[in-house]
């Protein structure tokens, strides 16, 4: 494969994940803006969701999901002002965050052998989309190190 299709590859992957970032990053203030408002109707929310433990184990992702999504926000608005490599340290972060909000959340539910797929699906999608991106970033930013 040429240089110029491995750099366009690259491109490609590196739209895709912004724009994934972008709902990811949204999804997380939405989420936790519905949440913390009560506003999730009964019928919606996880399993067991009125237990004080499973309400308490749920809010115990408010700081990695925040900070996740303000890392996310950062990088992009800085990747719009500046050139894009400076932007790769907070997106590295950002996506890192995000794969790991994911696992722990279907680590979680598959110990519970909760199989709702409503809450496995964009747990699954906060786990797996950072994954390329975290090793073409990886990458990138081990070939500009002084």
């Known amino acids: ?3 110029a299709a491995v750099r366009s590859r690259g491109a490609d992957l590196m739209c895709f994940t912004r724009v994934s970032m972008t709902v990811a990053d949204v999804g997380f203030l939405v989420y936790w803006t519905v949440t913390l408002f009560a506003l999730i109707p009964a019928e919606y929310a996880y399993k067991d969701y009125a237990d004080p433990v499973m309400g308490d184990w749920n809010h115990s992702f408010v700081p990695l999901d925040l900070a996740a999504a303000v890392t996310g926000v950062a990088a ?3 990747g719009r002002r500046t050139a894009t490599g400076n932007a790769h340290p907070l997106m590295l972060i ?3 965050l995000t794969s790991t909000a994911g696992l722990q959340a279907i680590a979680f539910w598959v110990l519970r052998g909760d ?3 409503e809450w496995w699906l964009p747990n699954l999608f906060l786990l797996l989309f950072p994954l390329p991106a975290i090793v073409l970033l990886v990458r990138r930013m081990a070939l500009v190190r002084p």
């Open 94 to 96: 950002s996506l890192v």
């Open 115 to 117: 199989f709702a797929p």
């Open 76 to 78: 992009l608005r800085l």
């Open 1 to 3: 494969m040429s240089s």
